[in-house]
């Protein structure tokens, strides 16, 4: 009797999260796959014809879609070590005896509350506004200008915005895998006479492991699937020069009206991520030290 009290209590609980889940993410998902194997325009007045692969076929000599691989391919390589390296500098420094790191913590933490999109549009002012003025004020030009113009350097901008606001959040995630490394082990290795790096090198880093694993996933994760820094930042400019992934995937549905081709590149991108982040979390596991 208490056992199907227990299963009815749980039942209740889960059944809304189960709800929302198969609503917003399975059945559009399921919906996708439909889509990817129709030529249609996304008016519902308008018929679907079916063609099949067609539409994947078509990715194949797609010169656009192969660009914004690459581009989120950069991106995300670039972004991954960034984020991760200065959110581990980050939490290593407030885990030191400084008095203000509490507020440090709360400093470093805020960008990551701000939503993307106010994020882009913050610093699209500063790129534009405020390092031209720098570049004038203080004679650097050439390191102080309108980054978001040159398509050389806009894609580094939107490295540069998207590791300000994720390095707070993976700074958090280190901070507590610091935190669960016994103090008995620095202690034995201070007592052996380690030096600082060479306890970082033999100690923290490997016991981080489990700490890595989980930001490495987010991180690629986040990286790959980023469109709103994207949008209010750059807008996929100048001259398509940081069209990423999920915004060339917007452009072909919405703006072009290829709702099958859209849906068919959506697919491709979800194997990829699903596969690299997958992988990732296979390997990092593997290394992983118990404690």
């Known amino acids: 009797m208490k056992s199907s009290k227990n299963r009815l209590w749980y039942l209740l609980f889960v059944a809304p999260l189960v709800l929302i889940f198969t609503t917003v993410v399975i059945i559009p998902f399921v919906m996708g796959i439909y889509y990817a194997f129709f030529q249609w325009d996304g008016i519902a007045a308008n018929p679907k014809v079916f063609v099949g692969f067609d539409n994947f076929q078509k990715?194949?000599?797609?010169?656009?879609?192969?660009?914004?691989?690459?581009?989120?391919?950069?991106?995300?390589?670039?972004?991954?070590?960034?984020?991760?390296?200065?959110?581990?500098?980050?939490?290593?420094?407030?885990?030191?005896?400084?008095?203000?790191?509490?507020?440090?913590?709360?400093?470093?933490?805020?960008?990551?509350?701000?939503?993307?999109?106010?994020?882009?549009?913050?610093?699209?002012?500063?790129?534009?506004?405020?390092?031209?003025?720098?570049?004038?004020?203080?004679g650097f030009a050439s390191i102080f200008f309108n980054w978001l113009m040159d398509p050389q350097y806009a894609l580094y901008a939107l490295v540069f915005v998207f590791t300000w606001q994720m390095a707070g959040y993976v700074m958090i995630i280190y901070i507590a895998g610091i935190q669960g490394i016994p103090e008995d082990v620095i202690e034995a290795a201070k007592i052996d006479g380690a030096n600082g790096w060479q306890r970082f090198r033999k100690i923290t880093f490997p016991l981080l492991m489990p700490a890595f694993t989980i930001s490495l996933f987010l991180t690629l994760s986040s990286a790959f699937k980023v469109y709103d820094v994207n949008l209010s930042l750059t807008g996929g400019g100048p001259a398509n020069s940081t069209e990423l992934f999920a915004m060339n995937i917007y452009n072909e549905i919405f703006g072009y009206g290829n709702y099958g081709i859209g849906q068919a590149k959506a697919i491709v991108f979800f194997l990829i991520v699903a596969a690299i982040t997958l992988t990732q979390v296979y390997l990092t596991k593997k290394r992983e030290v118990e404690m």
């Not at 660009?67 to 991106?75: E, H």
């Not at 200065?86 to 290593?92: E, K, P, R």
């Not at 790191?101 to 534009?128: C, S």
């Open 59 to 138: 990715l194949l000599t797609d010169t656009r879609f192969f660009k914004s691989a690459w581009l989120t391919t950069l991106f995300t390589i670039l972004s991954v070590i960034a984020v991760n390296v200065v959110g581990l500098i980050f939490a290593m420094l407030v885990t030191t005896k400084l008095k203000t790191a509490n507020a440090a913590r709360t400093m470093i933490f805020m960008p990551y509350l701000i939503g993307g999109l106010i994020l882009g549009y913050i610093w699209q002012f500063i790129f534009t506004d405020v390092f031209k003025r720098l570049g004038e004020m203080t």
